[in-house]
């Protein structure tokens, strides 16, 4: 049985993510021209999205690595690296906060299409890698 290495499982998810960042960046032009703050609204939102993301990932390998080490050193250096992620995933969450309290003053467009960077990346890119993983089976 074949097995694909870490990056190339990410791979579905990077270009589902910059496809989407592309696509996000046209519907804030198109429409209406909402200017460069609406793009701005989009870009920012999307990329703390894909932080957040990037930190959750970086946890949940940072907690399957602790528990199947044995060695101390190995073991310290994964408490380290799940604290450092774990706290990065509070800012974010801290941060969505603070924005979505401060979305009142943008247009429902980039608002809209920045937050649903939550749900298009994970979706269209884990059925990307499905894909794969079915492939590889």
């Not at 703390?48 to 199947?68: G, I, R, W, Y």
């Not at 884990?126 to 894909?131: A, K, S, V, Y």
């Amino acid at each position: 049985m074949a097995t694909r290495s870490y990056e190339s499982k990410a791979k579905p998810f990077i270009w589902v993510s910059l496809v989407w960042l592309l696509v996000g960046t046209f519907f804030c032009l198109w429409p209406v021209n909402l200017g460069f703050l609406s793009i701005k609204w989009f870009l920012g939102l999307s990329f703390l999205c894909l932080f957040d993301f990037l930190s959750l990932s970086k946890t949940l390998q940072a907690m399957v690595e602790l528990a199947n080490k044995a060695h101390l050193v190995v073991r310290m250096r994964t408490v380290f690296s799940l604290v450092f992620w774990s706290v990065a995933k509070l800012i974010c969450l801290g941060l969505f906060i603070v924005l979505l309290m401060k979305a009142r003053s943008i247009h429902f467009t980039p608002l809209f299409l920045g937050v649903g960077t939550l749900l298009v990346v994970p979706w269209v890119g884990g059925l990307l890698w499905r894909r794969g993983e079915v492939k590889y089976a």
